[in-house]
């Protein structure tokens, strides 16, 4: 150890705890080396001793007592009595006996059964039941009418020096007592010199005022000339600096919206709360699919029902859902249900946001998308959430192709850092072909989401008669891939630490 370096670099306040503990003998509480020392407040020993500590000038050893106070009960107790103290002396003026409903002129009707109960684990009184429940003072109760119990000694010492340490076995008695007693934690810290401490107070230390801030003050009134400007430790330690961040996931939409507006899409978006209609009927999803059982999707009870305003654009869904009209389908087969159309529900996807642009925009060309919050009633794991967002879009195109689909997906994928990509088939009610989307990550396949081109059924009713390539894609998932989580619940965890540590891009 430089000593000279190191008293050159202590604070003014460092070197102030430092000389208070010689006077204590070398080690005192913080509350000792404040008094001692003639601080204003503990906090700075407390800030100064942690700095020393760092310098292994001093060492902290940090205990914890519980310390005990009076309760309401408690004060109540001391001012009035015991209530089994006061039912005895009711009893000696009373002969020695009275009935238990006589003891109510002296207790509250809360204290008699605690005063019943202290009398006969005491052996001060006994109980006779019959026409009327009789208590008889002993002569153990006789006794005790004059004497001080031990209890009453420590109501009146924790009246007259509250919050002090006591032996667990002693307060026991009134901690069984409901609010008698006021129990904390203290927490004592010591602070001991080390050997470097006390080879630096050897080597002699001497309080001035010194300057340990330059303010614009300071220099104009030239203070600095005819005072001591106390050094800077560039190595000391410092906690590190967190300024506000953005969550990971609103950085990660940031990223995946600026990829697809650089490929040349509009974003749209949606209402959280849908029509059946829009939702599934539209889509060709049959009124019967297990997707909208109630364990399956989130309902409303308020509003309950949705009225589809345009009543041709209701009907052509009707008769494709039906017998399939003009789109060369034979439908479902069944009656199209007006009320199940319009029920209303937390959406299931945001493709509810682009075919309503669809219907609105049947002209082609147009490539969106939208990223949202969609709702789904699962059960809460690893990699599933009720409330989850969702990534859609599609390319409406005259002479639009699957592989074209593929190629977009491809690139999308590939600019958010996924080399490997490979396509499988799948199948959903509004598209023809289909396929799933996977990527390679940590070396294994992941499943992100679907996509396809929609089937006539969907695109004929709402005007639009040109392909259309369509996708979904999981958000969560993919974010679970690019932060290295294996719990997609972590994502909305309150995990400061991780928040602060993940990197911004």
Not at 101 to 108: E, K, P, S
Not at 178 to 200: F, M, Y
Not at 269 to 280: D, I, K, L, Q
Not at 336 to 360: D, M, P
Request: glycine share 8%; proline share 5%; aromatic share 8%.
């Amino acid at each position: 150890m430089d000593i000279d370096k190191t008293i050159a670099e202590l604070s003014y306040n460092e070197k102030k705890v430092l000389l208070t503990l010689q006077k204590l003998q070398g080690h005192g509480t913080i509350n000792q080396v404040t008094e001692k020392g003639d601080f204003s407040q503990d906090v700075e020993v407390a800030n100064a001793a942690s700095w020393l500590q760092s310098k292994k000038l001093v060492s902290l050893q940090t205990s914890m007592t519980t310390v005990y106070s009076l309760g309401k009960d408690g004060r109540h107790f001391l001012e009035k009595g015991l209530p089994e103290k006061r039912a005895l002396k009711f009893l000696v003026d009373q002969g020695g006996s009275a009935e238990m409903t006589q003891l109510r002129n002296v207790l509250a009707l809360e204290e008699v059964p605690i005063a019943i109960g202290w009398l006969r684990t005491n052996d001060w009184a006994t109980i006779q039941k019959g026409k009327e429940t009789v208590v008889t003072i002993t002569t153990k109760g006789s006794q005790a009418v004059s004497s001080i119990t031990d209890v009453e000694v420590l109501l009146r010492e924790l009246h007259e020096h509250p919050e002090t340490p006591q032996e667990k076995a002693r307060v026991g008695p009134l901690l069984a007592r409901k609010n008698v007693l006021k129990e904390k934690d203290q927490i004592t810290t010591i602070v001991a010199l080390t050997d470097d401490g006390r080879s630096v107070l050897a080597h002699g230390l001497e309080l001035k005022e010194e300057i340990s801030q330059v303010t614009t003050g300071i220099i104009k009134s030239q203070e600095w000339a005819h005072k001591t400007i106390r050094p800077y430790d560039i190595h000391a330690f410092a906690p590190a600096a967190h300024g506000g961040t953005p969550h990971p996931l609103i950085n990660l939409i940031g990223q995946i919206r600026q990829i697809f507006v650089e490929m040349g899409f509009q974003e749209v978006e949606g209402n959280y709360v849908e029509s059946t209609f829009w939702n599934m009927d539209v889509l060709f999803i049959p009124q019967d699919h297990p997707a909208r059982e109630m364990q399956d999707t989130l309902y409303c009870k308020r509003p309950k029902t949705l009225s589809v305003t345009d009543l041709t654009l209701f009907k052509k869904v009707a008769e494709v859902h039906e017998n399939g009209n003009a789109t060369g389908s034979t439908g479902w087969g069944y009656t199209f249900s007006k009320e199940e159309a319009e029920r209303v529900l937390l959406r299931t996807h945001t493709t509810v946001n682009t075919i309503r642009y669809l219907y609105f925009n049947p002209v082609p060309p147009a490539k969106v998308f939208s990223i949202g919050r969609v709702f789904r009633k699962e059960s809460i794991d690893t990699t599933h959430l009720p409330e989850f967002h969702q990534i859609e879009g599609i390319v409406h195109e005259e002479h639009a192709t699957f592989r074209q689909l593929l190629g977009i997906i491809k690139e999308f994928y590939s600019r958010m850092g996924f080399e490997k990509i490979r396509f499988r088939p799948g199948y959903f009610p509004y598209t023809e072909p289909s396929m799933e989307v996977e990527v390679f990550w940590n070396g294994k396949w992941m499943e992100l989401g679907g996509s396809g081109v929609f089937r006539p059924e969907v695109t004929i009713p709402v005007g639009v008669t040109s392909p259309v390539l369509a996708w979904g894609l999981g958000l969560e998932r993919l974010a679970m891939l690019k932060f290295g989580l294996s719990d997609m619940r972590q994502l909305y965890v309150s995990d400061l630490q991780w928040i602060q540590n993940t990197p911004l891009v």
